[in-house]
């Protein structure tokens, strides 16, 4: 329709459709969370690269778990929120320019550190490389 009445009264109907269910929608996994000093944040094909980050991090000693968010809206925001109140450090690890990092550090409020690994030109991010990340912000 072109009737901005009709398209409002739809989007509302819709919007508030999801708000209602989102605790039906939304959809998440955690890994290793319950001593974590760090979590890292890993979404699609990239949480496979995470994991295995999160694994050799394990492996050296070091307190790391991971979030991975399967729906990314509605995002799964109380769930992050109370890994926020644990953690000291969040790692995104995403193949994008940070739009989820902003999403996190928009969760987290200033609770914890947030900081950012990610690739846009086409290769996937390695394990090596998110665990080095890891390294630094244990650091």
Not at 62 to 82: D, I, K, N, Q
Not at 102 to 130: F, M
Request: net charge positive; glycine share 6%.
């Amino acid at each position: 329709t072109n009737s901005p009445v009709k398209a409002n009264r739809q989007c509302t109907r819709i919007m508030q459709k999801i708000e209602k269910n989102v605790a039906d929608i939304e959809k998440y996994e955690t890994c290793m969370l319950e001593d974590a000093q760090v979590c890292v944040v890993s979404f699609g094909g990239t949480a496979r690269s995470a994991r295995a980050a999160v694994d050799m991090a394990r492996e050296d000693e070091y307190r790391v778990g991971m979030f991975r968010p399967v729906t990314v809206w509605p995002f799964p925001e109380e769930a992050l929120s109370r890994i926020c109140e644990k953690v000291e450090h969040i790692v995104v690890a995403e193949l994008n320019y940070g739009q989820m990092k902003l999403e996190v550090e928009r969760v987290a409020a200033g609770r914890c550190e947030v900081s950012h690994v990610g690739k846009v030109n086409g290769t996937i991010l390695k394990p090596g490389e998110i665990y080095k990340k890891i390294r630094e912000v244990l650091r």
